[in-house]
C-alpha cells in the first residue's frame, strides 16, 4: 500500500524516499550541482562509472564516491551506490576489491555503444573472470544492452540473444537490463529468471519517437537507447504499471550542456532527475495507476539489489509547476511545460 493519501483529489503525496537506479553525475564543476538536485528527490542512486578516466577499481571507486558526497550539505541524506566499469580482460581480484569498497554493480558497456563506452568489452567472453567473480561475490551485473552493429532501432531487440548467453552461462549471476526501450526487451525480461530485472526511465515511459522528431527535432529527447514508439511505450507502461518487483525506476539521468545538445552531433542523453518524480506521479495518477508508484520508485530496486528498505519520506504537492527552460545550467525533461505536482 502507498503510504499516499489516495483520493484521486488529495492536495499531497507521501512517498518513501525513492530510489534512482540509474544516474550520470559526471564529473568536475558541474558535479555537485547534478548530485545536489538528485538528491532532494531520492534517498539512494546507482552512479554510473562512465566518466573519463571510467571507475575501474577500488580506488577510483572511493575516490569518486567521496568527490560525492562532499557536495553533499549535512541536510540532504543521501547515499551515492557505487558501480564500477567492466573492461577487457578485468580480473576477478578487481572485481573482490570493488565489491569490498562497496560496489552494488559492475556495468556492462558494449563497445561503441553510448557516451564514453568505446573502451568497453566486444562481447561477454573478454570479461568472463570478470562475471564469474561477481556472481561469486553477489555484484549484481549491470547492462546497457545495444548491439552497436544493429541499426539504431533495432540495437535493444538485437542484443537479447548476448543476453541469454549471459544468463545461461552463469547460472547465478544477478542481471539488470537498463533503460528498457522495447516490447521485445520487456517480454525477454517479464519472461526470464527471478535474478533477471530491468530499469524503465521516465523519459522512456512519457514520450515516443514523434515527441523527438516527429514535428522539429528535439534533442533534449535524444538518448541511448532512443525513444521509441507507442506500442513500445505502451509495453513498458504496462510494465511499470503491473507491480511487478522486475522492473524499476532508474532515471538514466545524463546532462550534456546546452551547446552541446543543440549542435549539429548531438550527444545523447536525457536531464531527468530534477523533475522525473513529479512526472512520473501524475503519469501513474492519469492512468489510473497509483498504488504501482511506491514499489517502481521506492521498493522493487532495493529488494533486488538486496538493499535495506528506503529511510525517509518525500512530499509533493499538487500545484501546477512550469518546469524551468533551464536545471544547473541543462534543459531539463519537460522543460516548459507544466506538471501537476511539485516538491513540497
Ligand atoms: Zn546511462
Known amino acids: 500500500m502507498s503510504e499516499a493519501k489516495n483520493s484521486a483529489l488529495s492536495e499531497e503525496m507521501i512517498l518513501p524516499k525513492p530510489d534512482d537506479f540509474h544516474v550520470h553525475f559526471r564529473q568536475g ?11 532532494q528527490w531520492f534517498g539512494r542512486a546507482l552512479v554510473m562509472p562512465n566518466t573519463l578516466p571510467p571507475v575501474v577499481d577500488a580506488g577510483s571507486l572511493d575516490a569518486y564516491r567521496k568527490k560525492i558526497t562532499a557536495c553533499l550539505p549535512e541536510s540532504l541524506d543521501f547515499i551515492p551506490l557505487m558501480s564500477f566499469k567492466l573492461l577487457a580482460g578485468m580480473d576477478a581480484k578487481t572485481v573482490e576489491t570493488c565489491a569490498a569498497a562497496g560496489a552494488v554493480a559492475g556495468k556492462y558497456y558494449p563497445a561503441g555503444a553510448t557516451t564514453n563506452a568505446a573502451d568497453g568489452p566486444s562481447n561477454p567472453g573478454a570479461v568472463s573472470e570478470a562475471l564469474s567473480a561477481m556472481e561469486s561475490a ?3 551485473l ?24 549471459i544468463l545461461d552461462r552463469w547460472p547465478r549471476l544477478r542481471i539488470v537490463l537498463e533503460h528498457l526501450s522495447t516490447r521485445e526487451a520487456v517480454d525477454f525480461v517479464a519472461k526470464g529468471p527471478e535474478r533477471l530485472a530491468a530499469t524503465i526511465t521516465a523519459h522512456h515511459l512519457l514520450f515516443t519517437i514523434d515527441d523527438m522528431m516527429g514535428a522539429g527535432l528535439n534533442p533534449h529527447l535524444f538518448c ?9 511505450r505502451r509495453a513498458l507502461r504496462n510494465a ?4 511487478s518487483p522486475k522492473f524499476f525506476f532508474g532515471s538514466d539521468s545524463a546532462p550534456h550542456a546546452r551547446a552541446a545538445k543543440e549542435s549539429a552531433r548531438a550527444p545523447g542523453g536525457v536531464y531527468s532527475s530534477p523533475t522525473a518524480i513529479p512526472a512520473l506521479l501524475g503519469l501513474f495518477e492519469s492512468e489510473g495507476a497509483l498504488e504501482a508508484l511506491k514499489p517502481f520508485v521506492a ?5 533486488f539489489y538486496r538493499l535495506p528498505a528506503p529511510q525517509g519520506r518525500l512530499r509533493l504537492l499538487r500545484e501546477p509547476w512550469t518546469v524551468p527552460g533551464e536545471i544547473d545550467g541543462i534543459v531539463p525533461m519537460c522543460a516548459g511545460s507544466e506538471l501537476a505536482w511539485r516538491l513540497a
Open 240 to 243: 511499470a504499471f503491473s507491480g
Open 224 to 232: 541511448k537507447p532512443p525513444i521509441k514508439s507507442a506500442a513500445d
Open 299 to 303: 521498493s522493487s530496486g532495493a529488494r
Open 29 to 39: 564543476e558541474s558535479l555537485g550541482a547534478y548530485v545536489r538536485s538528485s538528491a
Open 138 to 140: 553477489g555484484v549484481v
Open 142 to 165: 549491470s547492462i546497457h544492452g545495444e548491439d552497436p552493429d544493429a541499426p539504431s532501432l533495432e540495437r535493444e531487440a538485437a542484443f537479447l540473444p548476448a543476453l541469454e548467453k
